[in-house]
């Protein structure tokens, strides 16, 4: 760390970003302080040798580099539309976007059990009715980055079909977001999110409730999926790039040991290796008639310990900074022993959310919700986040405090 200096932009750390206060955009070093708060955390960190910061540039939060060595780069997809061109920033508060959101939700939600109920029925999906039911939620995330969120974590609908079409798809869109992609290829990833799994609907709905392991067999006959995805989108007319890579390659893993071509690295077209994130991630941070969810931060951290294995690192940790270290919607447990909601992040301060707090001390549910902003607070006692926690802890239903 002596090696340090001002001017330096540091792009990597040495340990698990989410044991640091650093909310991983990126550290530029403006003045000995940075370099003694990295030292606090880091023994060695990774410096992009392309990027030098000017003495007018201001102090950006903070992310992961090392030791005079340039920062790998995540190469572009088979569309040029997948480019990093813009740098968004919240055009709407959460309070303002709210009503907004809700509408784009319904939108979206609505499509999504009429598309399942079609495709059993053996009726094709008319492309554009997809971009229709997808673009009014990608606006909203354009406007706030966690206004749909929070709708979202509050209407999931009955059945993993439908809540994961809709959450893989919201997820695509902030993805994209934070990538800094065009607006239209945005709502491309996330169409693609919509109808990752549509070859599902193909499936017997045995097989996809099932509440224990496949045998051998049953997991050849769901592994077809995918190629049942392909062909429902050729039947549809689906021509879009970025969707037909998601559902096509979506289960391809970084180190070629997924499936149905073992494609490996950047041979997996970008769209589908951001697709392989938001799935497991999803999958993992939703319950199965098989097993209980885990929370979102521990989906996230399991995301993190297969980087470069099952999936890009560099793109793992582009997706732990769109989500932040606490997602929208995560249950916490407080210091004072009170579980709260995390409603908005604090992008300066990811330790720091807004949150909502749902009950007192010994776990015993308030009446009404109480909102602190845990980086904004005048309390002689100062709440910090404690733990995260599975959506159901202490038989705790947010939508019992908030209409969505």
């Keep these: 760390m002596t090696d340090l200096e001002i001017g330096m932009y540091v792009s990597r750390l040495d340990c698990d970003w989410s044991d640091t206060p650093f909310p991983l955009q990126g550290l530029p070093i403006t003045s000995r302080e940075d370099i003694e708060s990295l030292s606090r955390f880091c023994k060695y960190v990774f410096v992009d040798t392309q990027r030098h910061v000017g003495p007018d540039r201001s102090l950006?939060?903070?992310s992961v580099v090392a030791k005079a060595k340039p920062a790998a780069v995540v190469r572009p997809a088979t569309s040029t539309r997948l480019v990093s061109r813009h740098a968004y920033t919240d055009t709407a508060s959460f309070d303002d976007e709210m009503p907004r959101a809700r509408a784009a939700y319904d939108t979206v939600a609505d499509f999504a059990i009429q598309m399942v109920d079609d495709l059993r029925q053996g009726r094709p999906v008319e492309p554009q009715a997809i971009e229709n039911?997808?673009?009014?939620?990608?606006?909203s995330v354009l406007r706030s980055g966690d206004a749909f969120f929070w709708i979202e974590s509050l209407r999931r609908r009955d059945g993993y079909t439908y809540q994961h079409?809709?959450?893989?798809?919201?997820?695509?869109?902030?993805?994209?977001?934070?990538?800094g992609f065009e607006g239209d290829a945005i709502?491309?990833?996330?169409?693609g999110g919509l109808l990752m799994d549509v070859g599902k609907s193909q499936l017997p709905e045995e097989l996809l409730g099932r509440d224990g392991p496949l045998n051998d067999d049953e997991w050849d006959l769901a592994r077809q999926h995918v190629g049942e995805g392909v062909a429902i989108l050729d039947h549809s007319g689906v021509l879009d790039d970025e969707v037909r890579d998601m559902v096509l390659t979506h289960h391809e893993r970084f180190d070629g040991s997924g499936y149905p071509s073992g494609l490996a690295g950047t041979s997996i077209?970008?769209?589908g290796r951001m697709a392989a994130i938001i799935d497991t991630y999803h999958a993992m941070s939703t319950p199965r008639p098989y097993r209980a969810a885990v929370s979102q931060h521990t989906a996230l951290r399991e995301l993190y310990k297969g980087r470069d294995h099952g999936f890009q690192g560099e793109l793992v940790e582009q997706f732990q900074a769109c989500l932040g270290v606490y997602p929208t919607g995560t249950l916490v447990e407080l210091n004072t022993g009170e579980v709260a909601i995390v409603m908005v992040q604090n992008q300066s301060r990811r330790l720091q959310?807004?949150?909502a707090i749902l009950t007192r001390p010994d776990k015993s549910h308030?009446?009404?919700?109480?909102?602190?902003?845990?980086?904004?607070q005048v309390d002689v006692v100062r709440r910090e986040i404690l733990r995260t926690l599975p959506s159901n802890a202490y038989g705790i239903d947010p939508r019992e405090y908030f209409t969505a």
């Design 165 to 179: 079409a809709i959450g893989c798809s919201t997820l695509a869109a902030a993805f994209g977001r934070h990538m």
């Design 366 to 376: 308030l009446d009404d919700f109480l909102i602190v902003d845990l980086m904004r």
């Design 353 to 355: 959310p807004r949150v």
């Design 269 to 271: 077209p970008l769209a």
């Design 60 to 62: 950006r939060p903070p």
């Design 187 to 191: 709502v491309s990833l996330a169409a």
């Design 133 to 139: 039911a997808v673009r009014p939620m990608v606006e």
